[in-house]
């Protein structure tokens, strides 16, 4: 068994993670921190757990975590670069869900999260956690950063066109909507339900944190510097990112075919047949992310639709499915649950 | 033109009167106070009265509120005690949302909302403002104390029984349902979308702040004390407060007769043909409330279904209702919309 | 007072209708009809409207609507066209709110809609009821051909553009989203709370019918024809269209200036301040739109976020806008409500 | 490995059953029925089990289930009924969600569900498959009958008390709320997203199938008629069942104490602590039911809050508890998982 630990449990990719380790047949949790909760049970927090998790908060510290094989950050950015140094010198190896470790360029981290990076030094060796894209980097990983919830979408519906450069890279749309767990569990006026509920709003369309990061990993993947414009909106839902996303093909071809083969041996990629249109709740609770195309008029704007849960594959899904690939596990154990319909 | 003013007009209650004043053929708006957001403009807060209400907030001091016919206080608890004695000296008469002069023992209001009170004297001239229940009282009323959401609720749902003595006082069940701006429009961790969404819960089942008030209705209704159990519940809606009451009628008769000429003159009251079913949306944004009568089996108990809007007739509508009352305008002056529906 | 008549008002246009009119200080409703309905008071159908509106529904003929000044045809597409000739006939003016009059291209309709067309030669007679487009024909028109939800938001959100040349029209894209009342009030299992309730999807993307009305629009406020993507998406929320634009820009220019300028009479478009974000809750129940404007980095991608209400400025709202300027009302009159925030 | 067919999977219990048995460790889906959709593959009706179920509906003839071990109905009442028999002759065991057989009088039963009952003598052979009350009984029958959403929810909190001989059984109140999942899957208007969302309302107050089925269950357990008064009401939610239930206590007793030694061996019943509410997403997706207690003023009523997921405890995952339980299975098998939570 893996034994596995989790530094700030207390929001929802801690609690997802929770949730999906309880049906992990090759892990066990053996501690899990909170500087705010220590001592409280974590069922206390988190009635669905009542019975299936037994363990209390404790400090972050290394000593709490120094019988782990891995440790997860489910932290706000900010907190995995003061401590991962330590927690990786102690022979344990980190998956980190939040944005410290996501972007290569240090400059362009400290402008967009508007402090100083504590371990830069540590930001070159972290391997990028999207498996689709980087498995063998993550099979053999100390330090993985996993992608944000949007930047998941977004590349995984792209990639099989940037790999092939069948469109102009200049002029990518991404229109992205997302349910109101990703702004996390903080008490705020506008994630109230009588603010975000039966509503619906874009933000950040002037400029988003995952825009940096959509950019690297489109650029990485279409071997050349992208032009992204990137625009999320607020759903009034919990769960669920849709992602539609506009572009010009260079020439006619069968992208649907494409995609298809592109994706073929992916388990938690599902290409939708032709005329499709992928909904957000068949992927609710579950590790799968959905991609339909369409092209109007047999044109050469494609749209491209992709569906996912944000705090699983998004986020806590996606971050144990590099931990199955570390460990050399099947990459679907603990992820094959289907999602929750109706 | 009465001139009307508002203190703390930040929150849901405050944003009500807004809309419901902005409709109003005999008021003007003179002025509103915020502390907090002194100097912005109230739709800067508010975008839904961009182009319609063109007032910034400022200080909540009498200077301020000197021009006014009368002052509505949409504050917190503890809040209207200190500043009306001072707005009421100045000749101006106010109408209270808050809670602070609705319990008349002064004890159980320090109990309930531990703290003291600042105003003990002004409680016993204050005025109970349930229109139906206290019509000519408010007409005369220099101090008018609002009704609770719930309590509004539960008690035009039993008047007629109550007044009529056909029902065993002894064993009243109230099982209340709100929305959640009845919780208002602070930052909580409870009431955010990812919490209170796609959830129901009951919550204050040993103790709700508006049981006292509620007892205390009741009994000025039925001449006795009443035995009540009240039991509030979280809607994942904005609006709306459904009130599912049980009782034991003392013996046979037409309630439905009961009720229907009990309300016959109301305006705000709407008893619904038999075998209906109230609905929250029926009266969204509406000052109306719905009522139908249910008894199984034709035994003695007896089911009473109210729905109203809780932050209309649950709170600003009602006060506005008041207002009309106490300036010999015609009561349903600004009220008479249809709810919005679907 | 102006006399008013609706012809299919069981639907959730009717409905909105009938709460604007009940509130319009202008007009009169001598007649609503259903063929299905025939006979039920219309506050049985809709309780939110007992005590306000006490008319009951007849049968849809000429001698039932002949003393009206004005109909209104709130019915599914392919029914106004084989009444209206007679109503026109008859010396009543027509303001229809379906499909059957808007696009001016038969061939176009018939392929869209599926159906020989029964009255083409109206087509030409027909106004387009965009005010902000149309006024002057609007006011001289007999017979009003009413924009679609999603096109009104469309074209508002680019017509300073397109009027003044400044953008490139051969590749605008539309990517909006509606709250599932634009579905109407059919039984039909996608629209099911369990089944559109916490979901969100694109659908239509590959042809849907308002993509030759925005077309046809688009075209006549650029002289000249435009490339469009359009994709549709449904929200989990009743009321409520966001519109979201993505546009190149020919050269740089001030366009918050521009939106400024072109709409500064308009009273039912609100151009918010740099920066903002509308929410379709800031016009729910309101005829407003509102319209945000953002250039990422300041490029020549230029994103424009347009909200509505799909029923009132995207249907029955527009409607008697349209109906106030032909009988030389206050344009405004009877839509002034604010929105039902929150 | 368990042979399970299924009859009838088109609807919300049929796709709930498939999504457990997907992950139950012991059983084998050999064939699932649908007259309506024969020849479809199962997951273009339920894209969330995409890649997990292979199979396609086919005609529901004892020839396309003569293989399986067990049957599980998931149709609309009056269909079990006729094929139950020759299922059963088959030496097929059989587990029915519908109403077919749960209730012992005929007379009953054919006056609520209007219609003659095919099967009446399969009736009193039927066992009540509700574990916590029956395990013996389910473990040996043929053929079970598994209990309504609501009387579960009813009769899990009231179990305990009714043993005891702890409370008044002549006045008993059970207010309860359910998610719209419980109507089903039928295109109906009255459930639609704009009629079912943004409201609440209570239903059948003057009687509902539901009733005669608890009131049977209260009276096995206390040995004696019991007098019920229960109203149902609908929430804007899809999954989840909230029951408030009213009783008096005979005299004062630990009634934490009761329910926790009462229920302390049972894998799907969750006693909450002293003063807590247990809401309907801590059970989303799972087959936990949760109960709280309450004594308002420590006196003799006894409030008790239960929930439960209609579809999970109320419906599928019961059946799949009483199947495993049938099967000697270890009865938490496949029903572990823990709720879907934010």
């Keep these: 068994m893996i034994k596995v630990g989790i530094v700030g449990g207390t929001g929802y990719t801690g609690v997802e993670l929770l949730r999906l380790l309880a049906g992990h047949p090759n892990t066990e949790l053996v501690a899990i921190t909170s500087r ?6 974590v069922s206390a927090l988190f009635p669905n757990l009542r019975g299936i998790v037994d363990l209390a908060f404790t400090e972050p510290t290394v000593a709490n975590l120094k019988q782990c094989d891995v440790v997860f950050f489910a932290t706000p950015h900010g907190v995995a670069q003061s401590l991962v140094p330590e927690i990786l010198a102690a022979g344990i190896r980190v998956i980190d869900l939040s944005a410290d470790f996501r972007i290569r360029d240090i400059d362009i981290w400290e402008q967009w999260y508007a402090q100083d990076h504590a371990a830069p030094n540590l930001v070159a060796e972290a391997v990028y956690g999207l498996p689709e894209f980087n498995r063998d980097a993550v099979a053999n990983a100390k330090l993985v950063a996993c992608p944000g919830c949007y930047p ?13 450069g069948a469109i102009d890279v200049s002029d990518i749309i991404a229109n992205s909507a997302s349910g109101v767990s990703g702004a996390g569990k903080q008490a705020n006026v506008a994630t109230l339900l009588s603010e975000a509920g039966d509503n619906f709003k874009a933000y950040g369309a002037s400029g988003h944190r995952h825009q940096p990061e959509i950019e690297q990993g489109l650029a990485d993947m279409a071997g050349e ?12 839902i919990i769960r669920g990112i849709h992602t539609t996303l506009y572009v010009d093909l260079k020439q006619d071809m069968d992208v649907q075919a494409l995609f ?6 992916e388990p938690f990629v599902d290409v939708l047949e032709p005329n499709s249109y992928p909904e957000t709740r068949t992927v609710r609770g579950s590790n799968c992310c959905r991609i339909a195309l369409h092209r109007p008029g047999n044109g050469n704007k494609l749209v ?14 996606q971050a144990i499915q590099c931990m199955n690939i570390m460990f050399s596990l099947d990459e679907t154990a603990g992820l094959s649950m289907p999602a929750l319909m109706p």
Tied chains: 1, 2, 3, 4.
């Design 36 to 41: 705010s909760e220590k001592g409280k049970p």
């Design 152 to 164: 998941t979408s977004v590349q995984l519906g792209l990639k099989p066109l940037l790999e092939a």
């Design 225 to 236: 510097p992208v032009g992204l414009t990137f625009v999320p909106h607020l759903l009034p």
């Design 260 to 265: 298809e083969q592109h994706y073929a041996n």
């Design 304 to 317: 491209i639709l992709v569906v996912e849960d944000n705090l699983t594959k998004g986020a806590s899904g």
